[in-house]
């Protein structure tokens, strides 16, 4: 008697009904089947037997998806794809696009990394570009009458979404629109010389591509203040040589506060909200920093803040956040706005004064921001609300939940990693990978424990080897490593065995990208490879302990540092496509312990 209710809440879909399955799309003969559905495991082991459209419905409800949530991220997007696909595909989709006419489109009917890899043998360029419906319908939107944002875990296509994004911009434009009318901007060089690379092979057409400007906002930024100047900046842009600095002032005006304090109230505080007198960081909100100040207190880094920046005016020199402050003030008054379309990729790792500057370079009004990123990814530690800085993208904002990159067994254990974190979504709400999944499978990730640094370097090697002899191309390799110096120590040992390396970040990265990648975890951001070894996750290397803010300084600011380190494993771990190997020497992270 007691024990009915127990087995019957242990089933998957107790609280769906009926009508509600079958208005999903669930055929009424499979509902007997569905309710006996106990874990998501028994769900799994069905999903070659399902018809995928009924597989992707069950998949998300069990995933902790309301039906309407459902009903809007699957079912009605199956139903619009027709429309989609009339949507016009450009010649370096074509090829692929036939290939997948079957499926109409929808990758999910690939059950395995094996025919993954047959579409994959096809060039990936054309793969890197290739859009899913629910992908299509939100970049060819005819239009969004403000600001759109799109959301999604690594791997679902975000990027993708904002190159297609901006090439429909750039077809709307009228025909006197000048070049470089629309903006497609990122956190970094390395990630726009990658948009640049998917925006070739998207738009053939050179006039057409010419019509989108491709930079990072950090080069953006020192372009209109240089033109603005009449000549080049100088710009400051050691951390080292930035903290020596704040504790030079901090002794000279006796205050007690570290370097590490001083600069982050400057960033976090005073340049994000853009103060610009002692009255208003006296009444400033400083929610998010750990330590209360009193007014007394706030009038002497008030002081600090005054004379670093003076230190700077005097030497003539400039932080990167400064200049971006500057070209935002430049802009503001202006009514002639550079761009007609603003499209942002990685938007998470933005500073406020960055998306100041982004807001002030497109008018107000149809059309002019388009966001892509993704908080799961923050690996920078800026937090700001969109709302505040005149950003609303609210009715108009997306997510992308199903991973079309990496293999289901990898996803799992690196969205583990993140379980029980909270993370904001920019706008005054939470953000969470439920409903995050992949259609694909594969193997486990591969754990291994050294003794000490040689031996993980001597293990790793011998695994690269043995992918390249299985017929893995070193090309599609990838080793990502905390600091740079390990990823020195194992370029060294794979180019002794003779195997072909790249370093991210320095002249040997250059070539024709055919070497084993090795990069900090920093640069792997928006990267991706067929196999990925991260090296190194050791206890005080990850996380780095020189780069946490000490919990005595600032208790907030230490758990923000920890929150952004084990999101860069998280980055680290999600460029894997097939296989994923993790290794250490010594103790283990305590991220991997959790």
Known sequence: MHHAPTEAESRLFTDVADKELTRLGIDPDLLPLVRNLSTEAHLDALRKILPEQQYDVLAGLAAGLTPEDVWRESVAVHAERTAATEARQTPAEDELAASMARSQGRIALLSGPEELLDVLSRPFDAWRIFLHPSQRRIAYHPSYNGPARVTGGPGTGKTVVALHRALHLARQLPDDAPDESVLLTTYTRNLAADLRHGLELLIPDQALRAKIRVVNIDALANQLVREDR??????????????????????????????????????????????????????????????????????????????????????????????????????????????????????????????????????????????????????????????????????????????????????????????????????????????????????????????????????????????????????????????????????????????????????????????????????????????VAVAGVSDSVVPLASTLTPAEVDAQQHREDLLGELSLLFVACTRAREVLRVSWHGAPSPFLAA
């Not at 304090?261 to 750990?290: N, T």
């Not at 020199?317 to 990729?345: G, K, M, N, S, Y």
């Not at 370079?361 to 993704?374: M, R, S, W």
């Open 230 to 531: 009449g000549g080049p900046l100088t710009m400051l842009t050691s951390q080292k040589e930035i903290n020596s600095r704040w504790n030079a002032l901090a002794r000279r005006l006796g205050l007690d506060y570290s370097d590490v304090f001083l600069d982050q109230e400057w960033r976090q505080v005073v340049l994000a909200q853009d103060l610009r007198s002692p009255e208003a960081y006296l009444k400033a909100s400083r929610s998010g920093r750990g330590t209360a100040l009193s007014p007394l207190r706030r009038a002497q880094v008030w002081r600090a803040v005054e004379g670093f920046t003076r230190d700077l005016r005097q030497a003539g020199e400039w932080t990167f956040l400064q200049v971006c402050a500057e070209a935002a003030r430049l802009l503001e008054p202006r009514t002639d706005r550079p761009f007609r379309h603003v499209v942002i990729d990685e938007a998470q790792d933005l500073h406020p004064a960055q998306w100041r500057l982004l807001r002030a370079a497109v008018a107000p009004g149809p059309d002019d921001l388009f966001i892509a990123g993704d908080t799961h990814q923050r690996i920078y530690g800026n937090k700001v609300s969109l709302r505040s800085l005149g950003v609303n993208v609210s009715g108009r904002s997306h997510r992308l939940r199903i991973n079309y990159r990496t293999t289901h067994e990898i996803l799992q254990w690196s969205a583990s990693l993140l379980s029980g974190q909270s993370l904001d979504d920019m706008d005054g709400g939470t953000d969470s990978l439920t409903g995050y999944r992949s259609v694909l499978n594969g193997g486990n990730p591969e754990l291994r424990a050294s003794a000490d640094k040689a031996e993980e370097i001597a293990d790793l090697t011998s695994r690269v080897a043995q992918w390249v002899n299985d017929g893995v191309e070193p090309g599609e390799i990838g080793v990502a490593v905390r600091y740079m110096q390990l990823g020195k120590e194992i370029a060294q040992a794979l180019e002794r065995a003779e195997l072909p390396v790249r370093l991210l970040g320095t002249a040997q990265a250059s070539g024709d990208g055919t070497g084993v990648c090795i990069g900090t975890m920093h640069r792997m951001k928006g990267l991706e490879f067929r196999f």
